[in-house]
């Protein structure tokens, strides 16, 4: 029976949702393999960041927009044991702990009893009676007033536990001071004198109301973490958007002083073409002239030498006579002698650098006009004003801190006064119908 107890826990807690820690109900699987119920997946979902979504148990991120399949034989698991349980659940309207409690046995059950159909296994712990009864036993204490001043409590395994090993006897009472318990006996005597003494109800009460008092500060703190998240989100998005825009307008800016250096350089080339064109054009008549006299003089040397080749006297006189006029003629023409030119460079110079200067001016006011716009002034101050006015709120949410803090130590101080009176042993039947 305890193996089918502890079978019946491992299977409970392999059907348990990690996040909601109750069984699967409409269970989705992750593409990292680990399931959740389908409205735990729906409320990470609407806290999620980017679109992404991270799991709970090994905290691999998923996108958002990937389907969820549906786990159709884990779902079928735990709705039929949700149905069995459901079954199987007592009558008398008292929750059935045996499986989890599967060692603490009814006091009064015969050992007979573990083979029959009957309880056996107890449910509740009586502190006064100081036993543990079935679900048949504890009938007496749930219906008869005679037992309506006995305290239950959840199956003990070691009553030993709630006792005091020097007095034997139950755990009633809480030293403040030595942070221990005490029975009836453990206050009469001297150890505890002057102490701080509470019975187990009222020490549970304050430490309630100071456990109750943390979880205030703590949603005040939460609610102040979250609100600082939310504004560091939107001052990261606002970034983004801010370095989005800065490289748009980086690359129009780009573009146009690529555009504007092309032209200038084109510009540049033009000037000087224009300054060449008219030295280009002097050189030109000069390598004409030039080419006539090699022309002519080609000419004469080839008729001389053509005259020199002749053997027949008679020929060459005559040919002589007809030609060496004309040839004394040209040989005493004067040759061409080009002036050396000197190029002008004072005035291309001159056009270049103003070029230059008109280019770096325009230049310079699309840059500066560029970083003003990134650097705005107005945005700086508005900047300044929100970290003053944080810095206000961050100063006055600090002071009324204090002031919580304040008050709570005074409101403990006013609870441990109020129940720290003083204790007599002849109170221990109020305390218990208290209780």
Request: proline share 3%; hydrophobic share 25%.
């Amino acid at each position: 029976m305890a193996m089918a107890v502890e079978d019946t826990s491992v299977l409970e807690e392999e059907l348990t949702c990690p996040v909601c820690l109750d069984l699967y109900r409409d269970p989705r699987l992750l593409p990292c393999g680990h399931n959740f119920c389908l409205q735990c997946l729906r409320r990470l979902k609407s806290r999620s960041e980017r679109g992404r979504l991270r799991c709970p148990e090994c905290r691999q991120s998923h996108k958002c927009s990937s389907p969820w399949q549906k786990n159709f034989k884990l779902a079928n698991i735990a709705d039929g044991f949700r149905r069995r349980g459901r079954a199987e659940q007592p009558t008398c309207g008292l929750k059935s702990t045996h499986q989890k409690m599967e060692g603490v046995r009814c006091d009064y059950c015969s050992p007979e009893a573990a083979d029959s159909s009957r309880g056996f296994i107890a449910v509740k712990t009586c502190l006064k009676c100081e036993v543990s009864m079935c679900s048949e036993h504890v009938r007496p204490h749930l219906e008869l007033p005679a037992f309506r001043e006995h305290p239950l409590v959840e199956p003990l395994q070691d009553m030993r536990k709630r006792k005091c090993t020097e007095h034997e006897e139950m755990f009633r009472y809480y030293c403040v001071d030595d942070d221990t318990f005490l029975c009836n006996a453990c206050t009469i005597e001297r150890h505890h004198t002057g102490h701080c003494i509470k019975t187990l109800k009222n020490a549970m009460k304050d430490m309630r109301a100071s456990l109750d008092m943390q979880l205030q500060k703590t949603e005040r703190r939460m609610r102040k973490v979250e609100k600082n998240l939310q504004d560091q989100n939107e001052v990261e998005l606002q970034s983004k958007s801010y370095m989005e825009e800065a490289e748009e307008q980086l690359d129009v800016v780009r573009g146009r002083l690529k555009t504007q250096l092309e032209r200038f350089f084109s510009s540049l080339f033009e000037s000087v073409c224009s300054h060449e064109a008219e030295r280009t054009h002097s050189v030109q008549q000069n390598l004409t002239r030039i080419t006539e006299d090699r022309c002519r003089l080609e000419d004469v040397h080839t008729g001389i030498e053509r005259l020199l080749h002749e053997h027949d006297p008679f020929q060459f006189i005559q040919e002589y006579k007809l030609c060496a006029r004309r040839y004394r003629r040209l040989l005493r023409k004067p040759l061409f002698l080009a002036d050396s030119q000197h190029r002008d460079t004072d005035y291309l110079e001159t056009t270049m650098e103003e070029q230059m200067k008109e280019l770096l001016t325009d230049m310079e006011q699309q840059i500066i006009s560029f970083i003003n716009h990134l650097c705005a002034d107005d945005e700086g101050v508005e900047d300044e004003d929100d970290g003053e006015e944080n810095n206000e709120d961050g100063s006055e949410e600090d002071v009324e801190e204090e002031e919580e803090m304040r008050s709570e130590g005074e409101e403990e101080q006013d609870i441990s006064e109020s129940t720290d009176e003083d204790y007599s042993p002849e109170d221990d039947e109020e305390e218990d119908e208290d209780e």
